[in-house]
T-cell receptor, first 117, second 114 residues
Framework: EAGVAQSPRYKIIEKRQSVAFWCNPISGHATLYWYQQILGQGPKLLIQFQNNGVVDDSQLPKDRFSAERLKGVDSTLKIQPAKLEDSAVYLC???????????????FGPGTRLTVL | AQSVTQLGSHVSVSEGALVLLRCNYSSSVPPYLFWYVQYPNQGLQLLLKYTSAATLVKGINGFEAEFKKSETSFHLTKPSAHMSDAAEYFCAVSYKDSSYKLIFGSGTRLLVRP
């Protein structure tokens, strides 16, 4: 079974530029998550999708970050314009879903390392 | 607010020695609890999880953790460290009322000395 795919793996941009990250979850997984992992810290949830609807985006800086999950499969996370403090690893994860009251394991992709100069 | 505390940002052990990584959570409601491992330039891999079944949980690679409600702790242990265990370890919690989103600790880097 293929895992969670992310691209690009690395990206270097200058501040005020825009950037987009792509995530392809495990086939059939209804729930998709984007996490931001700043160096020396644990991952922090940015946004959670259930199919193509947003479940939680309370920690997404909406003035510059946006995300979408068209057709409930792939997802794109965008930053526009980027700031120096956005330098981090952006992790995508997916899980089977929230149904049935069970906690479904989240599977993580390899991440995209963003450096903002 | 719900949070996770991992004591010690770096832990160093000798190969063959006991590994003990500490994790405490703060909430009045027992959460689901997880330990993840992250190798350089890779994503997170689940080591083990506690979801209200047995309090002693066994995971992959010989790791185990014990949920202690009275201490609000979920410490990770391994009897004998191996060089391949060197990595970053994250404790995380989640709650049904929060759509099961993961709240991570700041991580502990494990160094294994030959």
């Amino acid at each position: 079974e293929a895992g969670v795919a992310q691209s690009p793996r690395y990206k270097i941009i200058e501040k005020r530029q825009s950037v987009a990250f792509w995530c392809n979850p495990i086939s059939g997984h209804a729930t998709l998550y984007w996490y931001q992992q700043i160096l020396g810290q644990g991952p922090k949830l940015l946004i959670q999708f259930q199919n193509n609807g947003v479940v939680d985006d309370s920690q997404l800086p909406k003035d510059r970050f946006s995300a979408e999950r068209l057709k409930g499969v792939d997802s794109t996370l965008k930053i526009q314009p980027a700031k120096l403090e956005d330098s981090a690893v952006y992790l995508c994860a997916s899980s089977a879903g929230l149904a049935g009251g069970r906690h479904n394991e989240q599977f993580f992709g390899p991440g995209t390392r963003l450096t903002v100069l | 607010a719900q949070s996770v505390t991992q004591l010690g940002s770096h832990v160093s052990v000798s190969e063959g020695a006991l590994v003990l990584l500490r994790c405490n959570y703060s909430s009045s409601v027992p959460p689901y609890l997880f330990w993840y491992v992250q190798y350089p330039n890779q994503g997170l891999q689940l080591l083990l999880k506690y979801t209200s079944a047995a309090t002693l949980v066994k995971g992959i690679n010989g790791f185990e953790a014990e949920f202690k409600k009275s201490e609000t702790s979920f410490h990770l242990t391994k009897p004998s460290a191996h060089m391949s265990d060197a990595a970053e370890y994250f404790c995380a919690v989640s709650y049904k009322d929060s759509s099961y989103k993961l709240i991570f600790g700041s991580g502990t880097r494990l160094l294994v000395r030959p």
